[in-house]
């Protein structure tokens, strides 16, 4: 069986959407290192429309600068959402948001390296909800950007420490798993 893995960039007060501000200050070689362990672990990336839509057009531009662009251009992408019917970037699948759950959970059950995913919005909280997210990485940045956005939706969920790592820019990548219920 195949696990997700959600790899989230967040500041110290929570703030998961304007990376763009934030989070550039603080990329290095040992985060690249992070970066391409997670990402060439995967065979298949996950997201929502909004991060896919995102980074189709950031990534197509870079393909052919280094392996990290080129491998999010080449590797299988499956997109939740209910307005998408097809996709232009590479081989991309639409999972419509109707029925989503069972259809995520039939792709973990298909042989193969993890599906990762970037970002904790929707899709990832309704994996965490439904059993389906097994390792969720937040990179805690040393900043404070203004205001938080993980959790603004009234989300929550429990989770439990697997292991804590600091690279050398300051940034904590702290790996979770879903707890069991109480």
Known sequence: MRKIVNSTYLSLDGDIEKLDQWS?????????????????????????????????SAWTVRAGTDAFADRMNAIEKYVVSSTLTGGAWGDTTVIPREGAVEAIAALKERPGGDVLMYGFGPVAKTLLAH???????????????????LAADGFQGRLRHVRTETLDTGVVVLTYA?????
Not at 131 to 149: I, Q, R, T, Y
Not at 178 to 182: I, L, M, Q
């Open 24 to 56: 550039f200050a603080y990329w290095s070689d040992d985060l690249e290192r992070y970066a391409n362990k997670l990402l060439f672990a995967a065979d298949a990336l996950l997201m929502g429309r909004e991060t896919y839509e995102n980074f189709a």
């Open 178 to 182: 879903p707890a069991s219920p109480e």
């Open 131 to 149: 059993g389906l997210l097994d390792e969720v990485h937040f990179w805690v940045h040393p900043v404070l950007a203004g205001g938080g956005s």
